[in-house]
Each structure stands twice: as structure tokens, then as C-alpha cells.
């Protein structure tokens, strides 16, 4: 069964940046695209953006453009998140969800990784 | 790009159908087959239970099901049990590889 095992939680100051990653292991990581998607507390799910693990070729929500980076490292399995500048609203639990390259839905998922930026 | 709207709240009693809508436009939900279900349990990571508009993966009942006229996607929950009751959220493919999720909607078993 595919698995997908994310870092833990983070606490961070206004302005810092936070980098999330997610671990896949039971699968060909490159077979895969990796979503990120967050959601704020008591808050639904919103869709940050994906990253083909086999070309590095990402696609980021106009929300998030200029203050995300979604990059991988295919020799260990990993996909990382980076959020900058953040700001209270960040404040949310990360998911990352995998989708079979070509399919258009998230077939799993990571746990969840809760940042919490507080002064 | 706008979230889906969904109704945030449903019930119903056990063994009865409820149907969850999703409305978005003709740049998402009415321009591709691509609409996904996802449940979610407090403090859970959500679970795909549908797929391009009407698929189920392996292991999800088949009570429950999907469908899609025009702009609007449902999710229908027939023979409603207990541990149905949780967090639906749909999302779908919105074109130029971007996915857009729906606000929720709370399922109550009364």
C-alpha cells in the first residue's frame, strides 16, 4: 500500500519560511504527481499546487504564485513544500496527495503537517 | 479561481439517501469529467471515495456514487450508515493543471 509519510509540526515567527516535505515509499515515486493542499483550522481543503516528481515541471495556484516552491528529490522518495513570508493566516495543517501521473484526483495522502506561525 | 460551492451542511437518518451538490462553472466542474469526492474524519487526512464523476476505488461501498448535469456534480450517500458521518468535500480539474476543492459540506447521521 502506498504510503506517504510527511515531517513534523512547525512552529514559525511572521516573515520566516516553513519547508514541509512528504516521503513515498511502496511505489515508483516518479510515477506519481505530488499535490500540496492546506487547510486552516475549522477551514475546508484549498489546492496549493503539484510537482511532476519525474520532470521537476511544477504548476502553483495564483494564490500562492511568488511564495511557494515545490521541489523533489527522487533519490530518497521525497517532495518538498516551501511557504515564505508567512503570515498568520498560513496557519494551517499541509497535506500532500498523490495523483497517478495522467489521473486527475488525489489517490492518497500524507498525514497531515500542522504549522502554526504566532508571533 | 473560485472555490466550489457546496451546501455546508446535510442529514439524514440512518438507511436513508442524501444527496451533496457542487456547483462550479463551465472552466471546472461542467468543462471536464474530472470531479473527485473526498471524505474526511476529524482529525483525519481526507479519503477519495469518487473519482471522474462516477468511479469508485477499490474498497469504497457502493453506496455511495456520483454523478454530473451541466455545472453540478453530486455525491448521493444511499443507505446512510453511522460512520458516514464526516467532512465531503468535491474538487475538480479546472484546466491549465489547476485543481480547485469545494467549501464542504457537513454530513449528519441523526
Known amino acids: 500500500q502506498v504510503q506517504l509519510v510527511q515531517s513534523g509540526a512547525e512552529v514559525k515567527k511572521p516573515g520566516a519560511s516553513v519547508k514541509v516535505s512528504c516521503k513515498a515509499s511502496r511505489y515508483t515515486f516518479t510515477g506519481y504527481y505530488m499535490h500540496w493542499v492546506r487547510q486552516a483550522p475549522g477551514q475546508g481543503l484549498e489546492w496549493m499546487g503539484w510537482i511532476n516528481p519525474n520532470s521537476g515541471g511544477t504548476n502553483y495556484a495564483q494564490k500562492f504564485q511568488g511564495r511557494v516552491t515545490m521541489t523533489r528529490d527522487t533519490s530518497i522518495s521525497t517532495a518538498y513544500m516551501e511557504l515564505s513570508r508567512l503570515r498568520s493566516d498560513d496557519t494551517s495543517i499541509y497535506y500532500c496527495?498523490?495523483?497517478?501521473?495522467?489521473?486527475?484526483?488525489?489517490?492518497?495522502w500524507g498525514q497531515g503537517t500542522l504549522v502554526t506561525v504566532s508571533s | 479561481q473560485s472555490a466550489l460551492t457546496q451546501p455546508p451542511s446535510a442529514s439524514g437518518s440512518p438507511g436513508q439517501s442524501v444527496t451533496i451538490s457542487c456547483t462550479g462553472t463551465s472552466s471546472d466542474v461542467g468543462g471536464y469529467n474530472y470531479v473527485s469526492w473526498y471524505q474526511q474524519h476529524p482529525g483525519k487526512a481526507p479519503k477519495l471515495m469518487i473519482y471522474?464523476?462516477?468511479k469508485r476505488p477499490s474498497g469504497v461501498p457502493d453506496r455511495f456514487s456520483g454523478s454530473k448535469s451541466g455545472n453540478t456534480a453530486s455525491l448521493t450517500v444511499s443507505g446512510l450508515q453511522a460512520e458516514d458521518e464526516a467532512d465531503y468535500y468535491c474538487?475538480?480539474?479546472?484546466?491549465?493543471?489547476?485543481?480547485?476543492f469545494g467549501g464542504g459540506t457537513r454530513l449528519t447521521v441523526l
Open positions: 471522474d464523476v462516477s
Open positions: 474538487n475538480s480539474y479546472a484546466g491549465n493543471n489547476n485543481w480547485v
Open positions: 496527495g498523490a495523483s497517478v501521473v495522467g489521473d486527475f484526483h488525489f489517490d492518497y
